[in-house]
């Protein structure tokens, strides 16, 4: 099982970035996806997931109304649109993928199976 993610970089507050997860290796469409990210010095922290039939979508306070994660289960890829950044985003953004996620663990690190490598999200003020 591999979870690659991509489309991190250095904006400025007020961009916008896509990130990417690109899962192989497993039926993606029966795994809930995870965005997690870890600043420097910081836990990591929960910003949003999708489950399997992209019908429980929750986000972290700090994100919601910015940011907006999709699936496209023909692809095996899941996309995190983030708008209006702020240089409280910068971070290492993490995807994860957990095969029997229920509801109220969806927000929870150790519910999900599979992580990606991480990709560095930098946004400066």
């Known amino acids: 099982v591999q979870l690659q993610a991509s489309g991190g970089g250095l904006v400025q507050a007020g961009d916008s970035l896509r990130l990417s997860c690109a899962a192989s290796?497993?039926?993606?469409?029966?795994?809930?996806v995870a965005w997690f990210r870890q600043a420097p010095g910081k836990e990591r922290e929960f910003v949003a997931a999708?489950?399997?039939?992209?019908?429980?979508?929750p986000y972290a306070e700090s994100v919601k109304g910015r940011f907006a994660i999709s699936r496209d289960n023909a692809k095996s890829t899941a996309n995190l649109q983030m708008n209006s950044l702020k240089p409280e985003d910068t971070a290492v953004y993490y995807c994860?993928?957990?095969?029997?996620?229920?509801?109220?663990?969806?927000?929870?690190?150790?519910?999900?199976?599979?992580w990606g490598q991480g990709t560095q999200v930098t946004v400066s003020s």
């Open positions: 994860a993928a957990g095969r029997q996620v229920i509801t109220s663990s969806m927000r929870t690190d150790q519910a999900y199976d599979y």
């Open positions: 290796g497993l039926t993606f469409r029966r795994y809930t």
């Open positions: 999708i489950n399997w039939a992209g019908n429980s979508i």
